[in-house]
């Protein structure tokens, strides 16, 4: 059954079965022995939901009738609802032939992963 953003059911797979970065403090640098580091995402000046399909809210298990304005806000992650926790993975990989070395997350990090009222995991 949907629910509010409030009561969605928050899991960190990723956050618990894999080695975390020690260092709370968000620079820029090498991550060594970590798959992940937290961070706190950098804020949205006026955040706007431009598109809501109803599908896929219920596939994440959300219920309808959100507010817009607070809704964008959340899913900018200028405010994160309770459970939340958002992280970047550690990313490295080759450009052109030549290993780059540890590039950084290089997408938008995740807020949390959702489990649906099926079990499913959505990573937000």
Excluded: C, K
């Amino acid at each position: 059954m949907p629910a509010p953003l409030s009561e969605l059911t928050w899991d960190h797979s990723y956050r618990r079965d894999l080695p975390a970065d020690p260092e709370p403090r968000n620079y820029v640098r090498q991550v060594t022995g970590a798959a992940w580091s937290a961070v706190s995402p950098t804020r949205v000046r006026a955040p706007r939901l431009l598109a809501w399909a109803p599908q896929v809210a219920e596939l994440l298990g959300i219920a309808p009738g959100h507010d817009p304005q607070a809704l964008a806000q959340v899913l900018a992650g200028n405010t994160l609802a309770e459970g939340m926790a958002p992280f970047a993975a550690v990313y490295a990989g080759h450009q052109f032939g030549h290993f780059a070395g540890q590039l950084g997350d290089g997408r938008a990090s995740p807020l949390g992963e959702v489990l649906n009222p099926e079990g499913e995991r959505w990573d937000l």
